[in-house]
């Protein structure tokens, strides 16, 4: 298993973001703009995280592996807690793929989420187009794949909000956790 850290975010963090974000691989996957990925859109992307974490709308994180380097981020948004739900996103740089970064910064982010922040339920959801983020999600023991039916109303949310078709998946609170204490 990769050692991971996830740091909150900070302006010392905007370059390496800012350089992964950009590219083509991230960029295009995201829907983000050149604009959004420069140095200036980046340090405008870490203030509002802060922002929206100072009024509890979202927990974002960055990820860093065991030399400090940024990895990607890993962010539960929308967070809910009068239905104690989120969505998870996230996104690791390119030079970082398949080395199990995504699983790692899940399991700590996941645990944080239903152990710290009293959520039950994370949504992920993928773009039907983005095969490598469901199959990426499809490979995590304590999940729960195409819910579309169960969650109709979360999943036009999610189709309207990227303005694309996509998938949902969902990760329940109870079935992390028994996997969490007995994974080992």
Known sequence: MVNIELAPHHVKYAEAISTLSSA??????????????????????????????????QYSRVILDDQQNVVGVIT?????????????????????????????????????????LDVDIVFAGAKKINVRSQRAQEKLPYIKCHVEKEYPEEHKNLETQVREACILNVIEKEAFLRWYHNKD
Do not use: C
């Open 24 to 57: 083509p691989q991230i960029q295009d996957a995201l829907g983000l703009s050149a604009e959004q990925t420069s140095r200036e859109g980046t340090e405008g992307f870490i203030e509002f995280i802060r922002q929206q974490e100072k009024v509890g709308k």
């Open 76 to 116: 539960l948004k929308e967070l809910d807690p009068v239905n104690k739900t989120s969505h998870i996103g996230t996104w690791i740089g390119y030079p970082y793929w398949g080395k199990g970064f995504n699983e790692a910064a899940k399991r700590k982010i996941l645990y944080t989420a239903f152990t710290e």
